[in-house]
């Protein structure tokens, strides 16, 4: 999963929306520790929704499909693309509009910007200037995304074309999206629930 659906299933409350963010920011599990418990918890979510988001079987349905070389990146590309489908499905998904949310994440990473990794503050600024989260629907800031991701990557492949993935498979990808969000909300409450569970009772 990528930013926007990690968002979306971390729920309303701040603390695992920072950590849904800090999921691609710290490894291990000996760094949660130092952080704020609910920031923590988030962690622990964005790693559980990865892991069943890669195994869901639409997904490795859609995956096996893939040829040399999208192969090695498309679980990537298709993170960047589910979160396409979930601005085009917002109608069904989203719990508030997606503007009232894109403010509020905006207003999130900029309060807690002294406490984040760099990395992830310049990418949160780009992201409010770019407007990102409104703009996930669009084809442009798709492509931008793609092309920003391979210029990090550093090495040959066809991450800048990522799109073309989109433009091959759309329907395919649609509705392996449309069979999976509905099974990680599910999963990602139940995963939620737990973890208040657990830090209430200490």
Do not use: C, K
């Amino acid at each position: 999963m990528n930013h926007l659906a990690h968002i979306v299933l971390a729920g309303p409350d701040d603390g695992l929306r920072v950590g849904a963010f800090l999921g691609d920011h710290v490894r291990g599990r000996r760094e949660l520790a130092s952080l704020p418990a609910d920031w923590a918890d988030g962690i622990i979510l964005h790693r559980r929704v990865d892991t069943l988001s890669d195994a869901h079987p639409a997904v490795r349905a859609l995956l096996r499909r893939l040829q040399p070389p999208w192969r090695r990146y498309g679980g990537v590309i298709f993170d960047v693309l589910f979160d396409h489908m979930l601005t085009r499905h917002w109608h069904r998904f989203g719990q508030v509009p997606l503007a009232r949310l894109a403010d509020e994440i905006d207003e999130l990473l900029a309060r807690h910007a002294a406490d984040l990794p760099d990395r992830l503050v310049l990418f949160s600024r780009w992201a409010r200037e770019r407007r990102l989260w409104v703009s996930y629907g669009d084809r442009a800031m798709i492509d931008e995304i793609f092309r920003r991701l391979a210029r990090r990557h550093g090495r040959p492949g066809p991450l800048a074309d990522g799109i073309e993935l989109l433009d091959a498979m759309e329907h395919d990808i649609e509705q392996a999206f449309l069979e999976m969000f509905p099974d990680l909300i599910t999963q990602a409450d139940n995963e939620r629930q737990r973890l208040y569970s657990m830090r209430s009772s200490m």
